[in-house]
């Protein structure tokens, strides 16, 4: 079965840096592009980052664009999302997630606290 864990979540100040990662299994991880999302408390969950199968094709959100990188690795099947330049609008859980034949899968979400 399709499984998605993440990790890398933590406290971190304004202007820091964090790294999170998403381990996939289950699925034939090089066919799918993969994605990000977050939902911050009492908001609604909001798409960060796609890559597309290769790695060679990405988008990002308007207000992580400069900030936010997304990678994969197709030989590991992981899927990373570089977090530079942090804020505490950035507070949330982040999500890994697949679209595969219509049917969205998600991980258990990894916790980001942004604050001083």
């Known amino acids: 079965q399709v499984q998605l864990v993440e990790s890398g979540g933590g406290l971190v100040q304004p202007g820091g840096s964090l790294r999170l990662s998403c381990a996939a299994s289950?699925?034939?991880?090089?066919?799918?592009?993969m994605s990000w999302y977050r939902q911050a408390p009492g908001k609604e969950r909001e798409l960060v980052a796609t890559?597309?199968?290769?790695?060679?094709?990405?988008n990002y959100a308007d207000s992580m664009k400069g900030r936010f990188t997304i990678s994969r690795d197709n030989v590991k099947n992981i899927v990373n999302l570089q977090m530079n330049s942090l804020k505490p609008e950035d507070t949330a859980v982040y999500y890994c997630?697949?679209?595969?034949?219509?049917?969205?899968?998600w991980g258990q979400g990894t916790q980001v606290t942004v604050s001083s």
């Open positions: 997630n697949v679209l595969i034949s219509w049917s969205d899968y």
């Open positions: 890559i597309n199968r290769y790695g060679a094709s990405t």
């Open positions: 289950g699925f034939t991880f090089s066919r799918y592009a």
